[in-house]
């Protein structure tokens, strides 16, 4: 764990207290979070929750998560919670990092799991697959102790640069509105109490207590895009592209997305009949504005094809339906087929035939 001590005397260990330092070192000086604001912010993030799982990496992010809904636990006031890391077998500091969390938690009285998540180290896509084993973990634990939400500690430096990554893309307004303060999955919550604050503010916190953090190579690391992105965060920032302006971007484009969501819900009891697994969307859906059309054939083809359809991907076939008269194609597990009429049918695809 990197501590709140000043810097070492000795070389070798600030070199190395550096460069794992490097990802709040030039965090600006913030306030800690008080006491009554952590409250108001579990509170509203947890309301009507009987038991949450903490999903807590030992980052500074997430300790501040543990240690300020650790003291809330303590008044009394909070619902049962509970603590998991999830070790993914890519780094040796892991188990003690691991360690680390369950002495924290074990000073609250809180139960801690150490979570399988192990990931292929080779694979090209470490970040998306470490996610994906994790939340897969931190969910089967929710459930085995019969929690109804797990909660983690993304912050608004994290919704910003979620933000900025969806603009690199091209996203539309439901990858711009970023992520969400409560999604649910499979059965259980998942909450994000800090997605307003600072990062700042959350080191701040750990800094007040004398409390140390650990730091993860991957969040420098320059083969990653995130990383790249967090390092450009400065440059962007003196050009008033602040965090806080990228949140509240995020935070109109998901007021946006709710209504265009609204849309779609009244468009799709209109032009859409559903029977025996096939869903026709009607040639009455050409009225339609262009974006709730290409939304509702997306959740047509989501809602058989059990997986959402990429942006790009979506527009490509609403232009094939527009250009040619009729005919069908295969996407994301369904199968589209139009004709002279205007009408889409979407059923379930084939499976694809395994190549010899
Ligand atoms: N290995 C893990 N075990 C448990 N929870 C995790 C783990 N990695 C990430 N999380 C949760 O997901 C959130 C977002 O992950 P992200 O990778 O952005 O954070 P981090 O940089 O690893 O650490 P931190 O947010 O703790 O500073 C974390 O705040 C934490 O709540």
Do not use: C
């Amino acid at each position: 764990m990197n501590d709140a001590a000043p810097p070492s005397k000795d070389p070798k260990r600030r070199a190395s207290t550096a460069r794992r330092g490097v990802r709040t070192a030039d965090l600006p000086p913030a306030d800690p979070i008080g006491g009554v604001e952590s409250v108001k912010l579990f509170e509203r993030a947890f309301a009507g929750r009987k038991s949450a799982l903490l999903a807590v990496s030992g980052g500074a992010d997430s300790t501040a998560l543990l240690v300020l809904a650790g003291e809330w636990f303590q008044t009394g006031g909070a619902p049962k919670i509970a603590v998991a890391t999830v070790d993914h077998g890519l780094r040796e500091e892991a188990r003690a990092e691991a360690d680390a969390v369950e002495a924290l938690a074990g000073r609250f009285g809180l139960p801690f799991a150490r979570l399988d998540g192990r990931t292929a180290p080779r694979d090209t896509r470490i970040e998306e697959t470490a996610r994906v084993s994790r939340y897969g973990a931190l969910l089967a634990h929710a459930r085995s102790i019969g929690a109804d939400a797990v909660a983690t500690a993304h912050t608004l430096d994290d919704q910003a640069e979620t933000v900025l990554m969806r603009l690199s893309a091209g996203s539309g307004p439901m990858g711009l509105a970023a992520m969400r303060h409560a999604v649910r999955r499979d059965g259980i919550e998942l909450l994000r109490p800090f997605l307003v604050v600072p990062k700042a503010r959350l080191v701040a916190t750990l800094k007040a207590r004398n409390l140390g953090w650990a730091e993860d190579p991957m969040n420098v690391d320059p083969r990653f895009a995130r990383a790249r992105l967090r390092s450009a965060r400065g440059a962007l920032e003196r050009e008033g592209m602040t965090a806080e302006r990228l949140g509240v971007l995020a935070f109109r484009m998901a007021r946006v997305n709710a209504a265009i969501e609204a849309a779609i819900d009244q468009a799709a009891a209109l032009h859409v009949a559903r029977k025996n697994g096939v869903s026709v969307i009607g040639a009455s859906a050409a009225t339609l504005p262009d974006e709730i059309k290409l939304r509702l054939l997306g959740r047509v083809i989501a809602e058989i094809g059990g997986v959402r359809v990429k942006l790009e991907r979506l527009e490509r076939l609403a232009d094939h339906i527009v250009t040619k008269s009729s005919g069908a194609n295969t996407l994301a597990g369904a199968r589209i087929a139009w004709d002279s009429e205007g009408a889409i049918k979407v059923s379930s695809a084939p499976p694809r035939r395994e190549r010899r």
